[in-house]
């Protein structure tokens, strides 16, 4: 295992114990309750999360504060993906090497179990123990509300729903995964600079456009010629139903460029933080050298 494979597993191992202990235990059904376990503790790389937390210490943001913000990423981003393998959506039986939420349990539960997750994120984000500044505390509330709503990813969900009856630009699709993929990733970026309380929100912005484009690139790559069992999950899906992809527009090598470029770009955007930016800069580079 790479050194940055290392890395990353070491901080799932750790975020993963905070996380689960955040899932409140009383006053609702056991079966609900179950479930929420069940969906966030089947694994998963914890990305969304890592960045943040790396962008927050970078600003030199206290750790407590920024894992609430991280869970509460992640906490949306298992919401989405438990709602995308349903029957209505992507249906599928497999998610993370594991059974799918409502193959464990059934439809009901899965959607229940989303709606709960997106829930707490908000509950966990407004508490004082995120921030003591209630300004702070609202404008993650906002970002995170417009990077996960019909403007956002929920937006760039029904996109792609429509995009499996007709064919889309290149500009459609660009679209579709800035909303889909990239509005989590610049929340994930964003939220340092929100809770340190400084003004260089533009420079993470930008960083997170580059490589939440990447990401995807990366993810349709992915799709075609990963590994199912690496990826824990179907693969060759677009292709068997005819989607249109970033790879069907820009073909496999120059995909590759292409996100090669945008690593690039992204990594630059990093340079006036010199050798605070090591390790964000290693986790960057992971985003298209991954494997799952
Ligand atoms: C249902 C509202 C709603 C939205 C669903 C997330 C999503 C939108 C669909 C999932 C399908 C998909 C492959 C999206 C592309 C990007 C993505 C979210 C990949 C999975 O993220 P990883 O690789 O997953 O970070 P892990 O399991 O490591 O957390």
Known sequence: MKQIEKFISSFAKEFDHYFLDL???????????KAMKYSISVGGKRLRPLFLIEISKMLGVKRNRALRAAAAIELIHCYSLVHDDLPAMDDDDLRRGHMTCHKKFDDATAILVGDAFQSLAFQILS???????????????NQLSIAAGASGMVGGQMLDLAAEKKKLTLDEILLLQKLKTGELFKFSCIAGPILSELRNIKIFSKYAKSIGLAFQIKDDLLDIEGDEEKMGKKTKKDSSRGKETLISFYGVENAKKKSEELIKSSKDLLKPFGLKAKCLIDLTNFIISRNN
Do not use: A, F, G
């Not at 899932?23 to 309750?33: C, F, G, M, V």
């Not at 508490?127 to 509330?141: A, F, M, Q, W, Y």
């Open 23 to 33: 899932i409140p235990t009383n006053n609702y059904s056991r079966q609900l309750h």
């Open 127 to 141: 508490d004082k123990k995120t921030h003591p500044n209630s300004e702070v505390r609202c404008k993650l509330i």
